[in-house]
């Protein structure tokens, strides 16, 4: 019988570079004011306030050429409290075949 080494590989480095937006699939919702555009807010019939999402699912701040965001310096509490390459930022990559 021949023995097989296993060997941990290093995963792949996570950055916002090389990922397909995948937090920006998300629903996020606005509960502390930092700025963000009028343009980009959904208000539902409660008065709830979240990122517009446009028809492809993405936000609407998303730049769809470079996949980054177009109002990072105003985006949401909650997309700053995201952080790259947490769990759930994983749990996302992996449900996007990433």
Not at 22 to 36: A, D, F, N, P, Y
Not at 47 to 63: I, P, V, Y
Request: with cysteine; net charge negative; aromatic share 6%.
């Amino acid at each position: 019988m021949t023995d097989i080494k296993v060997k941990n590989l290093p995963e792949a480095e996570i950055s916002c570079a090389n990922c397909q937006a995948c937090c920006c699939r998300l629903e996020v919702m606005i509960i502390s004011e930092t700025g963000v555009p009028d343009e980009h807010i959904a208000v539902d019939q409660w008065g709830g306030a979240t990122m517009l999402r446009l028809e492809d699912g993405w936000c609407s701040a998303l730049d769809r050429e470079t996949l980054m965001c177009t109002i990072y310096e105003q985006r949401p509490w909650i997309c700053r409290e995201f952080e790259m390459g947490s769990y759930e930022c994983k749990t996302e990559r992996s449900a996007n075949s990433l």
